[in-house]
């Protein structure tokens, strides 16, 4: 069994993990019923996704092979 560590941390066992699909990054929300606690998965909200709405306009009309090379570079440009 997972022990609380001074901070107050646990940690969630592989299998719950997997069984909520939780993975690094994600948020969880922690509920109280009666004596229990219920552990959740926080789903993501449209208002977090309403932030990155735009983020990327300035490619608009750019080909996906431009803006990868322009991300990636010249591969003759290794060492300039």
Known sequence: MPKVTQKGQVTIPHQIRS??????GDEVIFQIDKEKVLLKKREASIKNI??????????????TEDIIYDLRGNANDIGD
Do not use: V
Not at 19 to 24: E, G, H, N, P, Q
Not at 56 to 62: E, I
């Open 50 to 63: 309403k932030k990155y709405i735009g983020f990327l306009s300035h490619l608009t009309g750019r080909r």
């Open 19 to 24: 069984l909520l699909s939780i993975k690094t």
